[in-house]
Nanobody, 114 residues
């Protein structure tokens, strides 16, 4: 499984950004796709994930602001980030779970200015 992430960049506080992650390879084995982030001074944390059936889970810190969605036909997962805060600044990583294996995309930097 290969994951290619797109999006990220610079946004002002209160603004929006959208991340995309396209999966290729043995995509049929992927059960869950999601996004993690590493913010300065903290360990990598789960932001949101979505199952193949569409069930979602969000970190408390992004609930009601971020929305994850998945297009199974395009093998792509999206993360719509609204009402961004400076503390959302960090490197965001796409993740795919397949059984006991985790696959990671390259990180994409999100910077939110105050």
């Amino acid at each position: 499984v290969q994951l290619q992430a797109y999006g990220g960049g610079l946004a002002e506080a209160g603004g929006s950004l959208r991340l995309s992650c396209a999966a290729s390879g043995s995509i049929s084995i992927i059960a869950v796709m999601g996004w993690y982030r590493r913010v300065p001074g903290k360990q990598r944390e789960l932001v949101a994930h979505i199952t193949r059936a569409g069930s979602t889970h969000y970190a408390e810190s992004v609930k009601d602001r971020f929305a994850i969605s998945r297009d199974n036909a395009k093998n792509t997962v999206y993360l719509q980030m609204n009402s961004l805060k400076p503390e959302d600044t960090g490197v965001y990583y796409c993740n795919a779970e397949a059984g006991w294996t985790n696959f990671w995309g390259q990180g994409t930097l999100v910077t939110v200015s105050s």
